[in-house]
């Protein structure tokens, strides 16, 4: 699924109901699919998550303890029992999970069966193919629905080789990188978009995996499944034809994995391809592992700091906190100690949104607005 300016990306969204499948993985981070889906989506109107470990909670609770409307249900049959606006039934199965490797497990398939022979479309992130399935194909086709492999990779001749025209693109670009995978830099990518566009700014994501495109990011790629020849040609189309849809003042990049991480080393090729002017870097102040490979203890963040900054050439603008395992004494202490590692700020945006993030990012904007010969106040200063 490559960006082509994302030609599904029709303005009578939603699709149609999704159910989100996460049995056993919600609230854990085998489970980000899902909780993107929860926390923002325009491509559905999302009316229930699968996972009996959370049946009958609210799915905005548990993950951030603010209700958002959306049931946890403990199976697809009390899933389907569910209507949305208007009465309206599920039409959609979305597979919410995002296990090491992308496998479907075995009993996920089954339910997806189930899905497919309730009448649902089933859309999946997952590297295994449901559409390549000759059963689950031939259950598609019987029920007149339809899957859709989100990662299956676009055909060759519609992928781009990198060409330069990144330097057309004026507005300011903002990489949110990590020092880990599953450590939130989608959401806080959003959110950094929600505080521009708040200020009155145009800002627009730049969506590089399968869960800002199921969100519908409108111009987004699926990095991980692309061609390793084409992947800084896409990156840079993407950026350009973000820029050249709108003429936006920022676009933000959704990072993946961390330069680091022993097995999704990511960030390298958006340093490379998507020349971004400041990073954004997201971590997570209580890891010492890699997420879900114990004995691979986390860089530290001064290090991978200077890992991003000697790679790109551009400074890490400020710093923003996965809170997960700190009360609300403990994210101080971890705001209060990064600022006084690093001197950078340090902001849990989930948590106090986007706004100080977007007030420590001024004076970057305001270079990308001279850079366009327009003119604005002056930054103001930024407390650290």
Same mark, same amino acid.
């Given at each position: ?5 994302q ?9 149609? *109901?999704?159910?989100?499948?996460? !049995? ?28 009996? @470990? ?16 959306? #049931? @946890? ?25 995002? $296990? ?17 022979? /309730? ?6 992130g ?7 399935? #000759?059963?689950?194909?031939a ?16 055909? &060759? ?7 330069? &025209? ?5 507005a300011?670009k ?22 521009? &566009? ?11 995996? %399968?869960?800002?495109?199921? %969100? ?31 003429? #936006? ?6 990072? %993946? ?7 999704? #080393? ?6 490379a391809?998507?020349?971004?002017d400041?990073?954004?870097? !997201?971590?997570? $102040? ?12 986390l860089?530290?963040?001064?290090? %991978?700091?200077?890992?991003?900054? =000697? ?6 603008? /400020? ?24 001197? =950078? ?8 949104? *986007? ?18 010969? =327009? ?6 200063a930024?407390?650290?």
């Amino acid at each position: 699924m490559s960006d082509q300016k994302q030609k599904d990306h029709p303005t009578n969204w939603p699709e149609g *109901g999704a159910l989100v499948y996460c !049995q056993g993985a919600f609230n854990t981070t085998y489970g980000k699919t899902a909780h993107g889906l929860v926390r923002r989506s325009e491509r559905y109107d999302v009316l229930a998550v699968i996972d009996a @470990v959370w049946d009958g909670r609210d799915a905005g609770e548990v993950l951030d303890g603010k209700a958002c409307g959306i #049931p @946890v249900v403990a199976d697809l049959e009390a899933a389907l029992r569910l209507r949305g606006r208007g009465g309206s039934r599920p039409t959609h199965f979305v597979i919410g999970l995002a $296990p090491d490797g992308g496998r479907l497990p075995d009993d996920a398939r089954a339910v997806a069966a189930a899905a497919l022979t /309730a009448g649902l479309h089933v859309d999946s992130g997952l590297h295994d193919f449901l559409g390549d399935d #000759p059963e689950l194909s031939a259950l598609a086709a019987r029920h007149g629905v339809r899957i859709r492999d989100v990662r299956r990779t676009p055909p &060759r001749p519609e992928l781009h080789f990198f060409d330069g &025209r990144i330097t057309q693109v004026e507005a300011l670009k903002v990489a949110v990188l990590g020092t880990d995978s599953a450590v939130g830099k989608r959401t806080t990518a959003w959110l950094l978009v929600d505080a521009f &566009r708040a200020a009155g700014r145009r800002a627009e994501l730049v969506g590089t995996g %399968q869960t800002a495109w199921l %969100q519908g990011a409108k111009h987004s790629l699926i990095l991980d499944s692309l061609i390793n020849d084409f992947v800084s040609g896409e990156i840079e189309h993407t950026v350009w034809s973000c820029w050249e849809d709108g003429r #936006p003042d920022v676009i933000v990049l959704e990072g %993946q994995g961390s330069l680091l991480n022993p097995a999704y #080393p990511g960030g390298f090729e958006l340093l490379a391809a998507g020349r971004p002017d400041v990073v954004v870097m !997201q971590h997570a $102040p209580a890891r010492r592992e890699y997420d879900g490979f114990p004995g691979n203890p986390l860089h530290d963040l001064p290090t %991978q700091i200077r890992a991003v900054e =000697l790679i790109s050439g551009r400074p890490v603008g /400020a710093v923003t906190i996965n809170h997960e395992e700190l009360d609300a004494a403990g994210i101080e202490a971890a705001r209060a100690a990064i600022t006084a590692e690093t001197g =950078l700020p340090a902001f849990d945006v989930l948590r106090e949104g *986007g706004e100080g993030l977007y007030r420590a990012l001024l004076p970057w904007l305001h270079e990308a607005d001279a850079r366009r010969g =327009l003119r604005r106040d002056p930054p103001p200063a930024v407390p650290h």
